[in-house]
């Protein structure tokens, strides 16, 4: 019979598997991110991983490549063409503007899975997580600061190797409409040395062509009109501001030529990097999007957010490898169990600092004994039938080096556990 394997680009995490260690990172990764969420006082929000395709294409815009060239679409059975999210913002603006909640204010975090049909590679996966922030409601200003705050924060708790927040700033529709028509007139007479990819953005969404990667585009664009000509003073001096504001705790970098991969951006742009990750080197980006609640059918609502790549962030944070504090539970009959399990309940209640292992199998005590120091236990509490009779309990150090071992009574094993 055919082999059932994962598919490509798609990964299963879980301690033990052959990238346990990342597996646990990623782990602590995201409690790590959810305790900081938690400390802006954010709320968590859960949306569905399908949607209709109509969501994405009408948010992330229809010539992105995002929606053009990666999403997974699938007919259901009533025919309707639904997709698996690619990302998390357009999902929770549709699910604001169905519960009526578009003319409030709300602060939003959630982590999950994304799916984009990318070639696979170092840090580009075809299932990955994301953790993102949406800030909903509030005007240009204070928002902005409060995610920059965010972002160092996450930066320095999680200790990121090598990193750069790049920002910028895409203007209001009138700026952005005027640069867009001087880079059109400019790069119009080059049009034979643009990609064919590069003049559909030049006639659809122009800006997109700042972003190219290749290099005869880039030296053109190096003499083109800048965006920084194009900007209000006020939106050049926000991006300055915030630059001076956080640079005391992150490295902050104003970067004229960053624009974002998705259509529903105005406004404040960002995108954070690092050296260490290579090709994909983004670990975090996002921006204002005060359209987006109109153009998918809800009232005009100002908003901004951004959203981690969990997988890439996990690969450049160094964590305190705090242990845990395992003990091993063993039991030498197994018609002795429910009275095990029993002394097990009570203990586990007594200190929850504790993992209590309960060792599961009908094994020999050598091979339970050889689980614990596999699962790194500090100490083995051993119950047999004389132990029940007498109510004691053997406990065993596991140390390497010691093997010492004592028979203490219920009370004082509980005492003892107490004290672990
Ligand atoms: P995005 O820049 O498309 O933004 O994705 C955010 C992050 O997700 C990227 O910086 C990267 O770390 C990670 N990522 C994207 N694609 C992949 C992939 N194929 N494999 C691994 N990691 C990946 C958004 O998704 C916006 N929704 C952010 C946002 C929220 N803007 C406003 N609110």
């Given amino acids: 019979m055919k082999k059932i394997q994962s598919l490509s680009g798609m990964m299963d995490l879980f301690k033990g598997s052959d990238i346990s260690n990342s597996a646990e990172n990623i ?29 994405f294409k009408r948010s992330a815009g229809d010539i992105s490549d995002i929606v053009n060239k990666e999403i997974y679409t699938f007919l259901d059975r009533n025919n309707k063409s639904i997709s698996l999210r690619p990302e998390g913002t357009a999902g929770v603006v549709r699910s604001i503007i169905e519960k009526k909640q578009d003319s409030t204010t709300n602060k939003f975090w959630y982590i999950g899975p994304m799916w984009r049909y990318e070639r696979p590679q170092k840090g580009r996966f075809r299932q990955f997580s994301q953790a993102g922030i949406e800030i909903l409601g509030y005007e240009e200003g204070n928002s902005e600061y409060e995610l920059m705050s965010l972002i160092c924060n996450i930066i320095n708790k999680l200790s990121i190797k090598k990193p750069t927040i790049k920002i910028n700033h895409l203007g209001n529709p009138k700026t952005k409409k005027e640069y867009c028509d001087a880079l059109v007139s400019y790069l119009r007479p080059y049009s034979n040395e643009l990609s064919e990819t590069e003049l559909e953005r030049l006639n659809k969404n122009p800006l997109k062509i700042l972003d190219s990667k290749n290099e005869n585009t880039q030296k053109i664009l190096a003499n083109g009109p800048s965006l920084q000509e194009f900007l ?44 260490e990750l ?29 959203a981690i790549g969990i997988e890439r962030l996990s690969n450049i944070s160094s964590l305190d490898n705090t242990e845990d504090n395992i003990v091993s539970f063993i039991t030498i009959t197994s018609n002795l169990e429910p009275k095990a399990f029993k002394i097990a309940h009570h203990l586990r209640s007594l200190n929850e600092n504790i993992n209590l292992d309960m060792n599961l199998s009908n094994s020999s005590l050598k091979s339970k004994l050889r689980r614990a120091n596999k699962i790194g236990a500090s100490h083995a509490l051993i119950i047999g039938d004389e132990e029940i009779k007498n109510e004691t309990i053997l406990v065993k150090y596991l140390d390497d080096e010691l093997t010492e071992q004592e028979l203490v009574s219920y009370d004082d094993m509980y005492k003892f556990y107490k004290s672990l």
Avoid at 42 to 53: D, G, H, K, Q, V
Wanted: hydrophobic residues 40%; proline residues 3%.
């Fill in 278 to 306: 290579g090709a994909q080197d983004a670990f975090l980006g996002g921006g204002r999007y005060d359209v987006l609640t109109e153009k998918l059918g809800g009232k005009e609502l100002p908003a901004i957010g951004m």
């Fill in 27 to 55: 782990f602590k990764v995201e409690k790590a991110l959810k305790d900081i969420f938690i400390s802006y006082n954010f709320s968590e929000i859960r949306t569905p991983a399908l949607e209709e395709t109509d969501l």
């Fill in 232 to 275: 209000p003073n006020e939106n050049i001096k926000l991006i300055n501001s915030l630059k001076d504001t956080f640079s005391e705790f992150c490295s902050i970098e104003i970067d004229y030529a960053l624009v974002r991969g998705l259509d529903y951006y105005s406004g404040f742009v960002f995108e954070a990097v690092s050296d």
